[in-house]
T-cell receptor
C-alpha cells in the first residue's frame, strides 16, 4: 500500500507570491490534516478535511487555505507569502480522523 | 487546549545503551502516537498507543492513560536511532475541535554515538 505522498518536496518562492502544495493520502483514508513545522513553534496544526469538508482549523491567518477533492487528495494554498511562512509543511492521513495518523515526507518551503 | 510535555529535551547516548523518553499530557486522550522524525523531515510512525503496552523489536511503549503519561523505551540503541522523537495526542474532551488534530510535544533530540 502506497504511503502519503506530498508534492513538491522543495519550493523556493518570493515574498508576496502564492503557493499550492499537494497531498495524496493512503488509499481508503478520508481524513487529511496539514501541519506546519518551524524551529521556533514546533509542529502546529493547520486544518483537517474529511469528505471534502473542512472539519477543523488551527490558529493561522486566512492566507492559509485548503481543499479536498472527491478522491480525498488535498491541496493547501498560501497566498501573499511572508518570510515567516518558510517551514516544513507536513500532511497526514487517517481512516477517520480519530485513528492513527500517517505522515508524508513533507514539502520544504523557503520564502526569500 | 491539551498540553503535551516531553522529557528530556536532549539525550546523548553511546551505542548499546538503553533509554526512556517520557510524554506527559494534560487531559484525557483518544489517540496517542510516538513518531521518529528522520533527517529528511518525515515523521515515521512508531506506535499508536492510547493505552497499554506495545513492543516492536528494540522499541516498546507504555501509556498509563489514567495518570496521563506515556513512555517510549529504546533498548540497545544504534546510531540509526538518532533523530527527534515526538509524542502527539488527540484530546478526548475537545469535541469537534479535535478532529484530525494532533497536538505535539516539543520533542526529544536523541543522539547516539558509535
Amino acid at each position: 500500500k502506497a504511503g502519503v505522498t506530498q508534492t513538491p518536496r522543495y519550493l523556493i518562492k518570493t515574498r508576496g507570491q502564492q503557493v499550492t502544495l499537494s497531498c495524496s493520502p493512503i488509499s481508503g483514508h478520508r481524513s487529511v490534516s496539514w501541519y506546519q513545522q518551524t524551529p521556533g513553534q514546533g509542529l502546529q496544526f493547520l486544518f483537517e478535511y474529511f469528505s471534502e469538508t473542512q472539519r477543523n482549523k488551527g490558529n493561522f491567518p486566512g492566507r492559509f487555505s485548503g481543499r479536498q477533492f472527491s478522491n480525498s487528495r488535498s491541496e493547501m494554498n498560501v497566498s501573499t507569502l511572508e518570510l515567516g511562512d518558510s517551514a516544513l509543511y507536513l500532511c497526514a492521513s487517517s481512516l477517520a480522523g480519530r485513528s492513527g495518523a500517517f505522515f508524508g515526507q513533507g514539502t520544504r518551503l523557503t520564502v526569500v | 487546549g491539551i498540553q503535551v510535555e516531553q522529557s528530556p529535551p536532549d539525550l546523548i547516548l553511546q551505542e548499546g545503551a538503553n533509554s526512556t523518553l517520557r510524554c506527559n499530557f494534560s487531559d484525557s486522550v483518544n489517540n496517542l502516537q510516538w513518531f521518529h522524525q528522520n533527517p529528511w523531515g518525515q515523521l515515521i510512525n512508531l506506535f499508536y498507543i492510547p493505552s497499554g503496552t506495545k513492543q516492536n523489536g528494540r522499541l516498546s511503549a507504555t501509556t498509563v492513560a489514567t495518570e496521563r503519561y506515556s513512555l517510549l523505551y529504546i533498548s540497545s540503541s544504534q546510531t540509526t536511532d538518532s533523530g527527534v522523537y515526538f509524542c502527539a495526542v488527540d484530546g478526548a474532551n475537545a469535541g469537534g475541535t479535535s478532529y484530525g488534530k494532533l497536538t505535539f510535544g516539543q520533542g526529544t533530540i536523541l543522539t547516539v554515538h558509535p
